[in-house]
């Protein structure tokens, strides 16, 4: 399973960060994303990295302002949001193919809530 | 990484069939077998029906199929039942990045 944490209220400007653990398979060797989902609103892809860290990629919406990063001795997936903005309101679903290689999303978390709001 | 184009909605009543279409270009949908579909109840987490185009996972049902020709895929969903009713996503990997398109409104009438 993969469980969320970090969510919560921001005022526009600060920074969040958000984890996300993994449980009951082979953490490490799995692609690991990060999806979102305002109000109302559709899916949205925020951020992926690979495995081994070797390959990292952000929306444009977040590029510069959003960091995807992994530790893998923690079963952890991370993503670092700073410059926050009212639009970045949002669910933050972590995701997965369980596998090395997969570019679907198998295995979702329950997500965490993230309100931007002064 | 514009969202694929899909149809705000679609309905159709017990037993029959309903397509649902994805479009994108040639940088996403048209270059790669990497389509993914998802079914999302109200309030629920998004959930994998549709891998690669047009594999479905252990457990969806054989009532859900997938296609692609040239920048366009498609989710049909065969007899369908009162729990189809749900939003439906397509997802392309577009080679450094992903895109969901903008998702489809299932009513079963």
């Known amino acids: 399973q993969l469980v969320e944490s970090g969510g919560g209220l921001v005022q526009p400007g600060g920074s969040l960060r958000l984890s996300c653990e993994g449980s009951?398979?082979?953490?490490?060797?799995?692609?690991m994303n990060w999806v979102r989902q305002a109000p109302g609103k559709g899916l949205e892809w925020v951020a992926s990295?690979?495995?081994?860290?070797?390959?990292?990629f952000h929306a444009d919406a977040v590029k510069g302002r959003f960091t995807i990063s992994r530790d893998n001795s923690k079963n952890t997936v991370y993503l670092q949001m700073n410059s926050l903005r009212a639009e970045d309101t949002a669910v933050y679903y972590c995701a997965t193919p369980v596998a090395p290689t997969g570019e679907y999303l198998a295995l979702w978390g329950r997500g965490a809530l993230v309100t931007v709001s002064s | 990484q514009s969202a694929l184009t899909q149809p705000r909605s679609v309905s159709g009543s017990p037993g029959q069939s309903v397509t649902i279409s994805c479009t994108g270009t040639?940088?996403?949908?048209?270059?790669?077998?990497?389509v993914s579909w998802y079914q999302q109840h109200p309030d629920r987490v998004p959930k994998l029906m549709i891998r690669d185009v047009s594999k479905r996972p252990s457990g969806v049902s054989d009532r859900f199929s997938g296609s692609k020709s040239g920048n366009t895929a498609s989710l049909t969903i065969s007899g369908l039942q009162a729990e189809d009713e749900a939003d439906y996503y397509c997802f392309s990997f577009a080679g450094n990045s992903w895109v969901f398109g903008g998702g489809t409104m299932l009513t079963v009438l």
């Open positions: 040639s940088s996403d949908v048209g270059a790669y077998d990497h």
């Open positions: 009951g398979f082979t953490f490490s060797i799995c692609g």
């Open positions: 990295v690979t495995p081994t860290s070797d390959g990292i």
